[in-house]
Every structure is written in structure tokens, then in C-alpha cells.
């Protein structure tokens, strides 16, 4: 029997959307979102278990799931042998520290013989040890940010994305200690063809994120500007360079990466570039 690969994804939570969908920009149909635990692509040997997050690193680890996606900070804390096969950028947060707003901050220090709730108590304990700081970890599944209005903690470590949690619950960030995103991870040691299928998913993740990044662009310019215009551009390979049917004139298209973009268009329309267009890319394979 040929095989499959079998991954891992939240079944529904701040993870699903973007997982969803980059298998779908990768060209991988699978059904979601009707109530089952998994469902086989039509075009792609894999097959999708719909899972709660936290569970999804044991399954990695068991050999129940080939592959998974979850926040790097579950995969961390799960202590799980598994190997982070790619970063995804999507579903970034940070673990915080934070304290109550009318309290004063002098550093980590201040959290010397104190109480701290989390659900996180691998990844604070390994940043209190590096600061040497002893302190009490009090492990709570949930709603964190309320220990402290109840006496149960005078701190508490937990994911912020935007501190509007923190806010409402009369809290302050004070100490960044972990920063998180969505990655895919994998069960070490892989047979080989499901080794060449992750190799397989993996060109395609990286065409998709490619793309992402870039965008396509066309201008057209004065061809005594070429020249400085060009070394803006440098394109994949080098620009492509036509004439326009004004004399004197040329059309250039290349490729520019999104960071860089802001930067260099003045650049560009100071050289004397017009009519710029800026196109998304759907794929993009070096
Ligand atoms: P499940 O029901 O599957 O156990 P959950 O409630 O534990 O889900 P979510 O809140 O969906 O988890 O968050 C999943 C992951 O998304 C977190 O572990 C973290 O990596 C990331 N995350 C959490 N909060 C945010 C946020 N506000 N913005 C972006 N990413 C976040
Ligand atoms: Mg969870």
C-alpha cells in the first residue's frame, strides 16, 4: 500500500483558519468544518485529523499523527521529541509576564519568592531559572488573568497578543519571555516515502510563503534611468526590460520583496520610473 501522510490540525481555535487555508494555497483539498474528526484529501496522499491543539504534539510524538501544526509555545511546553519542520508566521502572540497595574515594576527581581499562576510552568520555570529567580509557579488550565484579583497569585504569565485581556482584567505587561508562532512539526524519524511526501508539502509551503512575501512589479521608465532603476529592482534573476512603443521609453518588470518595497519606491520614482503597478504573486518558486 502506498502511503499517506497524516497531519495534525486544530479543529477549531485561533490555529484553524490559517492552517485551513495554507493547504489550500499549497493546492490540497480536504473537507473541514462539517463536524468530522478527519477527512482525506481528494488530491494529495494525506489525511487531516481535526484535533484540540494541546493533544496534537503527543499525537506527533506517538506516531499517531505524522505531521502537526500548533503555536510553538504548545509545542515547547508539551516537551514532546518532536522536530520543528518549518515556521508558518501566522497566529504570532507572545507569553508575558504581568502584574497588577498599580503595582510598581523594577525587573524580574520583584518576582523573587512570589506566586505566579500560568498554564505555561515548563517555559516559565526554564526563564526563572536563567534569571535566577526563585519563585512559586501555580499551574491553572485557564482564565490565568484572574488569579491575581483573587489572591492567588501576585503575577501571572500568560499569551498576549494585544494586552486587551490583560487591560480588562487590571493587568500590565511587564516581561516579554517567549515569543510564539504557528509551526509544523513532525515525528523524528520519518519513513523514507512519507520523508519525500513532507519534502513534497514543504516546496509547496515554501513556494506559498514566497509569494507571500513578494510582489510583482511593473513600471515604466526613462531609458537613461534603466540603469539606476535596475539596480533597484534586482529581480529574481535581473529585470525584464522591453522597449515601449514611446522612443526613449521602456517597460520593466521584476520582483520585489514586500519588506523592501516601502523603501525603494521613492528611489524608483525619483529616477524617474512612471505608472508603477505592484501585483500580488500566487506562487513563487526560486
Ligand atoms: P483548543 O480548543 O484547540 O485547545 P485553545 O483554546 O487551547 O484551543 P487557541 O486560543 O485557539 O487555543 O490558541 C491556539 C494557539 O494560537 C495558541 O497556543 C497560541 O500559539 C496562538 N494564539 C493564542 N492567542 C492568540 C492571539 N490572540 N493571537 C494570535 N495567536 C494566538
Ligand atoms: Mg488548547
New binding site residues.
Given amino acids: 500500500m502506498s502511503s499517506i501522510l497524516r497531519i495534525a490540525l486544530?479543529?477549531?481555535?485561533?490555529?484553524s483558519e490559517d492552517s485551513y487555508q495554507l493547504f489550500k494555497e499549497c493546492g490540497i483539498r480536504f473537507d473541514y468544518g462539517t463536524g468530522k474528526l478527519k477527512s482525506v484529501s481528494s488530491n494529495f496522499p494525506a489525511e487531516f485529523l481535526f484535533l484540540?491543539?494541546?493533544d496534537i504534539p503527543g499525537y506527533v510524538e506517538d506516531g499517531v499523527a505524522d505531521l502537526g501544526i500548533?503555536?510553538?509555545?504548545?509545542a515547547v511546553e508539551s516537551a514532546r521529541n518532536i522536530d520543528t519542520v518549518h515556521r508558518l508566521g501566522f497566529?504570532?502572540?507572545r507569553l508575558s509576564l504581568a502584574i497588577p497595574r498599580g503595582n510598581e515594576w523594577n525587573g524580574i527581581q520583584d518576582l523573587s519568592g512570589k506566586n505566579i499562576a500560568t498554564s505555561y510552568p515548563l517555559i516559565l520555570g526554564n526563564y526563572l531559572r536563567e534569571q535566577n529567580i526563585s519563585a512559586d509557579i501555580h499551574v491553572i488550565s485557564g482564565s490565568v488573568e484572574i488569579a491575581p484579583g483573587i489572591g492567588l497569585a501576585e503575577a501571572i504569565c500568560d499569551?498576549v497578543?494585544?494586552g486587551s485581556t490583560l487591560l480588562s482584567n487590571g493587568l500590565k505587561e511587564v516581561e516579554v519571555i517567549f515569543r510564539?508562532e504557528?509551526i509544523l512539526i513532525a515525528r523524528p524519524t520519518l519513513e523514507t516515502e512519507k520523508q519525500s511526501l513532507l519534502d513534497k508539502l514543504l516546496f509547496r509551503i515554501k513556494a506559498v510563503q514566497a509569494a507571500k512575501n513578494n510582489k510583482y512589479i511593473v513600471l515604466n521608465a526613462p531609458n537613461a534611468a534603466l540603469d539606476q532603476i535596475k539596480s533597484l529592482l534586482p529581480g529574481m534573476k535581473s529585470p525584464t526590460v522591453t522597449p515601449l512603443a514611446t522612443e526613449g521609453w521602456s517597460s520593466v518588470h521584476s520582483v520585489i520583496n514586500e519588506n523592501d518595497f516601502w523603501e525603494n519606491i521613492e528611489a524608483i520614482r525619483s529616477a524617474g520610473a512612471q505608472g508603477i503597478l505592484v501585483i500580488p504573486i500566487e506562487k513563487m518558486i526560486y
Fill in positions: 486544530q479543529k477549531s481555535g485561533r490555529l484540540r491543539d494541546d500548533v503555536g510553538e509555545n504548545v497566529s504570532k502572540c499569551i497578543s494585544s510564539s504557528a
